[in-house]
């Protein structure tokens, strides 16, 4: 073994040991809570109601927009029939992500109805969520 060709592995190793020897920890909530100021998001408080004629103000997610992602093909024109038979429409789409934000025009549904409803047009719809509300403390 030559000096040269053992020197700079150990040199290398010296140099990246005190940045790996961090990585193997994880801080407690508390600190990263006192240092980012974030707080943890208890999930379990941001549930769409369970029964779709609550129409419950203070639940946490918007009582006017739904998230919607459309299946690749579904025409402009079927999507504007079924925004027309549902009582919703297109308020904006995210191109990176694709999906779209739907305004509820018709407030005699609840944001669960109108879910159920645009579930029917599965060869349309991919998936639709209330816009849940979240927030940092």
């Known amino acids: 073994m030559n000096l040269t060709t053992i020197l700079p592995k150990c040199v290398l190793v ?3 040991l005190p940045v790996f020897s961090g990585c193997t920890e994880i801080e407690p909530q508390q600190q990263v809570q006192k240092k980012t100021g974030i707080q943890s998001i208890n999930t379990s408080e941001q549930t769409m ?3 779709p004629d609550n129409k419950n103000p203070s639940a946490q997610f918007s009582q006017d927009k739904i998230l919607v992602k459309f299946k690749t093909g579904a025409s402009q024109t079927e999507l ?5 038979k549902v009582g919703v429409s297109l308020e904006e789409t995210f191109e990176f992500t694709g999906i779209s934000v739907l305004r509820v025009e018709d407030k005699s549904k609840s944001i669960p109805e109108i879910i159920e409803e645009l579930k029917q047009y599965d060869h349309l719809i991919e998936y639709a969520e209330p816009d849940s509300i979240v927030g940092i403390n």
């Open 14 to 16: 010296l140099f990246l």
């Open 80 to 84: 504007n029939q079924v925004f027309k």
């Open 49 to 51: 109601p369970s029964t």
